[in-house]
């Protein structure tokens, strides 16, 4: 029997909850693990099934376990959260919040533009340069991200591109200043579903950036499907009233 207190005043389901939420963190029960039946809890606590419904309601409403029907209820995994407000560099942010993040090259190459590409970058030419990148945080495939640059910034295809490139074009002495972004929802293709470790045709973030250097003019656009099983974007909101 796990240990609960029950001389005081808290309530026995959310002194359960707690005591499942320490038994996640310390990794008895691991992420995407199924934890033990509402029957087996019971016996575990030796308290009823309602007490062990309200504890488990409780973590299912923190996004800490997740019920699957007829199958059981599971673990969340960690998600990794992104603020908005923050820092234009994926490297900066997650290493600063102690997540080790790397890189793999998909490939660079100079290509033909699309029209949405002269539109959006202001080309005077029909070449772009383009970028795709497989990003992982803490060995998970988190994002692929394809990049579309103007030709001027062929120099990049000299350098090392599974590194940060906000610090690679910093170096260049290009400075990203503003951005705009639009998140939707996308369905996985088969090669995304494969570098993400996803399901095919199963939901994934899609966010389209523009970024602008200090005189508003674009420096990339960027395309990103996002595994949102293991990712969350948040933003700080002021009432400017």
Sequence with gaps: ???????????????????????????????????????????????????????????????????????????MPNKISWNLNSNFSFSKVNEQAGHSVRTELLGA??????????????????????????????????????????????????????????????????RMASATKSISLCYATKEEAQALNTKEEGGLLLIKNTFFDNEKKPVFIAKEVINAEHFEYRINLLNNE
Excluded: W
């Design 109 to 174: 190459e100079l290509k033909k533009a699309r029209q949405s590409d002269i539109v959006k970058l202001n080309l005077n030419d029909d070449m772009i340069l383009c970028v795709k990148r497989l990003r992982y945080v803490d060995d998970k495939p988190i994002e692929i991200e394809e990049l579309h640059f103007s030709r001027i910034y062929a120099y990049l295809l000299m350098e090392d591109l599974t590194g940060s490139l906000y610090d690679l074009l910093t170096k260049h002495g290009v």
């Design 1 to 75: 029997m796990s240990k609960i207190d029950r001389q005081i005043a808290v309530p026995m389901y959310q002194q359960i909850a707690a005591d499942i939420k320490n038994k996640i963190q310390i990794g008895e029960y691991k992420e995407n693990s199924k934890i033990p039946t509402e029957f087996e809890l019971e016996k575990i606590y030796e308290v009823s099934r309602i007490t062990i419904r309200k504890a488990l309601e409780l973590l299912v409403d923190d996004d800490i376990l997740v019920r699957k029907q007829r199958m059981g209820t599971f673990v």
